[in-house]
C-alpha cells in the first residue's frame, strides 16, 4: 500500500494548523497544504490527487476542505465532486470550521437522551437552536430536521433565521423548521418566548463568548429535558453551563458544555479521516460525520 496522503485543501490564506494536527494524529503520512483555494483554482489541484495514483491505490490519497467560510468551502467541495468521474475519485471530507463534527457530537449527545431518529416519537420533539445561523448551529438545525424533530432556529435577525431555514427545507425535503428572532438581552417575548417554553432539546452555538440565555431566559426553559452550550470562552452561552459538563445532571435536566462534546468532535475528526482512507469513495459532510460517530 502506498504512502496515506492527505491533501488539506484550505479556502483561507494560511491552511488550519488544527486541522493538520488532527490530521497526522488520525493517521495520514504525508500532508499537503494548501490555502487561498477557490472552486476556480482547485481543479487542478484535485486532477494531481486522481490521475496519480490508481486502482485500488486511490483510496490511500484523500483530501480534506476546510477554512473558516462555510460557504466558500462548501463551493470548493462540490466543485470537487463535479471534478471526478466513474472510478477515478478519492476521498473527500468537508469540515469548514469544525462545523460538521462539532454539530455531530453535538447531535449525538442529545441523541443519548432524547428520541431523535425515532420518526414516531421523534416527530414531535421540540429543539430550539440559537444562534442557528452560523456554521456550527446551521448544521446542528440540519441534523436535527434529519432526524425528524421540529427545529426552532433563533438569532437576532428574523430574516437570517428565515433563510437558514429555507436552505435547509432544499436539503431536508420533509424538514420540519421555523425561525425566530431572539431579542438580545431584554426578557424573551413573543415567539422565541414561546418556543423557549416548548423546547425539549435547547443547543446554543452562539459566537464564543456570548452569553444567549441568562438565569431569567432560563427559567423559561420548563419543557427542557437537555441543554447543550457549544461556546467554550466565558461568560456561558447559557448561565450555569460549564464547558466541562458532559451528561451532567441537574435536576430533571442533562447539561453538556463546549468540552463535554469536544471529546466526542476529537474522535469524530479523527475516525472520518481514517474512513477516507478505507476506500476511494468517501464523501463525508454532517450527516456522515453522524453515522461515523454513531458507530464509534
Ligand atoms: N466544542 C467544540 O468542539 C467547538 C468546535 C467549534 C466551535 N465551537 C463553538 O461553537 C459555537 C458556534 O460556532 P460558530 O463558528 O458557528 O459561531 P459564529 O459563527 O461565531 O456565531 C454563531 C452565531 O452567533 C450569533 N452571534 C454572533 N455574535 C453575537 C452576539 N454578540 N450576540 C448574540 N448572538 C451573536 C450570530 O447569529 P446572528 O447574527 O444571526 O444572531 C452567529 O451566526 C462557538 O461558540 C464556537 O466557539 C465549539
Given at each position: 500500500?502506498?504512502?496515506?496522503?492527505?491533501?488539506?485543501?484550505?479556502?483561507?490564506?494560511?491552511?488550519?494548523?488544527?486541522?493538520?494536527?488532527?490530521?497526522?494524529?488520525?493517521?495520514?503520512?504525508v500532508l499537503l497544504r494548501h490555502g487561498g483555494i477557490t472552486p476556480d483554482n482547485v481543479v487542478p489541484l484535485v486532477h494531481g490527487a486522481m490521475?496519480?495514483?490508481g486502482g485500488g491505490d486511490l483510496a490511500a490519497t484523500a483530501i480534506f476542505v476546510g477554512g473558516s467560510d462555510v460557504a466558500a468551502?462548501?463551493?470548493?467541495?462540490?466543485?470537487?465532486?463535479?471534478?471526478?468521474?466513474?472510478?477515478?475519485?478519492?476521498?473527500?471530507?468537508?469540515?469548514p470550521a469544525g462545523a460538521n463534527?462539532?454539530?455531530?457530537?453535538?447531535?449525538?449527545?442529545?441523541?443519548?437522551?432524547?428520541?431523535?431518529?425515532?420518526?414516531?416519537?421523534?416527530?414531535?420533539?421540540?429543539?430550539?437552536?440559537?444562534?442557528?445561523t452560523g456554521p456550527v448551529g446551521q448544521r446542528v438545525a440540519r441534523l436535527l430536521a434529519r432526524r425528524?424533530?421540529?427545529?426552532?432556529?433563533?438569532?437576532?435577525?428574523?430574516?437570517r433565521a428565515a433563510a437558514v431555514c429555507e436552505r435547509i427545507r432544499s436539503q431536508v425535503v420533509d424538514g420540519r423548521l421555523h425561525?425566530?428572532?431572539?431579542p438580545g438581552t431584554a426578557a424573551p417575548t413573543g415567539a422565541?418566548?414561546?418556543?423557549?417554553?416548548?423546547?425539549?432539546?435547547i443547543?446554543?452555538?452562539?459566537?464564543?463568548?456570548?452569553?444567549?440565555?441568562?438565569?431569567?431566559?432560563?427559567?423559561?426553559?420548563r419543557a427542557a429535558q437537555v441543554l447543550i452550550d457549544l461556546n467554550a470562552v466565558p461568560p456561558a452561552g447559557i448561565d450555569g453551563v460549564i464547558a466541562v459538563d458532559k451528561a451532567k445532571t441537574d435536576g430533571s435536566l442533562v447539561v453538556y458544555g463546549a468540552l463535554g462534546v469536544g471529546g466526542t468532535k476529537m474522535k469524530i475528526h479523527r475516525a472520518a479521516i481514517a474512513r477516507l482512507f478505507e476506500s476511494n469513495t468517501a464523501a463525508l459532510d454532517a450527516e456522515e460525520m453522524l453515522a461515523i460517530g454513531e458507530s464509534l
Open positions: 500500500m502506498p504512502k496515506r496522503i492527505l491533501i488539506q485543501l484550505d479556502c483561507d490564506p494560511q491552511p488550519s494548523t488544527f486541522d493538520a494536527v488532527v490530521a497526522v494524529d488520525a493517521g495520514a503520512e490521475f496519480t495514483r468551502a462548501e463551493a470548493v467541495y462540490r466543485r470537487i465532486q463535479q471534478t471526478f468521474f466513474g472510478p477515478v475519485r478519492v476521498g473527500v471530507m468537508l469540515d463534527t462539532t454539530a455531530s457530537a453535538a447531535v449525538l449527545a442529545a441523541a443519548r437522551h432524547l428520541p431523535l431518529g425515532d420518526e414516531a416519537a421523534g416527530g414531535r420533539l421540540k429543539a430550539l437552536v440559537l444562534g442557528g425528524h424533530a421540529h427545529v426552532t432556529v433563533a438569532s437576532r435577525s428574523e430574516p425561525a425566530v428572532a431572539m422565541f418566548r414561546e418556543a423557549l417554553e416548548q423546547a425539549e432539546l443547543v446554543a452555538a452562539g459566537a464564543a463568548g456570548v452569553t444567549l440565555l441568562d438565569a431569567a431566559g432560563r427559567s423559561l426553559a
